[in-house]
């Protein structure tokens, strides 16, 4: 059974980085994306970075210019390495290897559309 596996959480400062890491096993050849959304106490969820089997990228508003997302095609492995990071980073990461993560955050997916999910990895940042 496909699945996947995160690691890289931790507490930081502000300013801090941190790396994630999310490793996939056995996904279907259909779920070319992959990355992370993330959830907070009381926040709704963000998408934040994926990587397209193609290499193209996503990074929400919040995060382009201090996180990169790439990936080893070897290792099926995608990183997140996050620089800069701000208190309103705070929150679980789950990374996800899906047909399309456009819709990860929102409650319908396209016809057809299949994911695996991770075991969420948590970041704090401290002010």
């Known amino acids: 059974e496909g699945h996947l596996v995160e690691s890289g959480g931790g507490s930081v400062q502000a300013g801090g980085s941190l790396r994630l890491s999310c490793t996939a096993s056995?996904?279907?050849?259909?779920?070319?994306?992959m990355g992370w959304y993330r959830q907070a106490p009381g926040n709704e969820c963000e998408l934040v970075s994926f990587?397209?089997?193609?290499?193209?990228?996503y990074y929400s508003d919040s995060v382009k210019g201090r996180f990169t997302i790439s990936q080893d095609n070897a290792k099926n492995t995608v990183y997140l390495q996050m620089n800069s990071l701000k208190p309103e980073d705070t929150g679980v990461y789950y990374c996800?290897?899906?047909?399309?993560?456009?819709?990860?955050?929102?409650?319908?997916?396209?016809?057809?559309?299949?994911?695996?999910w991770g075991q969420g990895t948590q970041v704090t940042v401290s002010s």
């Open positions: 996800v290897a899906a047909s399309s993560l456009a819709y990860i955050c929102l409650s319908w997916r396209p016809q057809g559309w299949s994911g695996y």
């Open positions: 056995a996904v279907t050849s259909d779920a070319s994306d």
């Open positions: 990587i397209s089997s193609d290499g193209n990228t």
